[in-house]
């Protein structure tokens, strides 16, 4: 295996349907923007579209990989973005026996090599949460502790998300030898507002209260891009000594 030293950064979320995609996506295309190139992985997606389906206002449905590679630009090859695809809505394990295949676990980690060659650092998307099954053998986290990039935590600004915030922290303390947390994403996945959702208006100041990582920013809902400016490339170093 080729053990050069690539920066990265791992996005994970407190649970699933946080935003983790459109936020690893707006980093890679901020990293792009500053002109460095980057990858792009997930090591496995599954609930993928079916084949022509739309949204609402006509435009496609992209998958996760589709969209991570078109914000980072389209470097190398799509299909290396995301190795293993299956097409139900359930843990990968599942999706994959449904269609009477199975996670590859090796490919799940080989297939960041190819990243490894191509980029000057790399950003991975994870599926669901820290503990979300992603093999017959191995949780999410079981990949972040090898390939050791710093986890960026995407969390919803929702009713709930103190809890499931110091739930994914402890996790990360606690896992192996313990997972480095970069920062917090503070994401916006609905249109609510406060008259829907009271927590709105104090959900960040309440996890800077309480977190360790810092809230590195919020991503307001429908906003392409942070509240503020922040240097992805530094955080994917954070526990670098060098
Ligand atoms: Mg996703």
Redesign the pocket.
Known sequence: MNTKRLPGLLITGTDTEVG??YVAARIAQALAAAGHRVGVYKPVASGLPAPGETHADGSACLS?PQVLWQAAGRPGELQRVCPQQFRAPLAPHLAAAAEGRQVDAELLRTGLDYWRQESEIVIV?GVGGLMSPISDEDYVADLASEFGFPLIVVAPNVLGVINQTLQTLITAATFRNGLDVAGIILNHPRSSNAAEDASLASNRLELERRCVPPVVAELKWGADQFDQEVDWFQLANHDDPS
């Open positions: 983790k995609t996760d998307e």
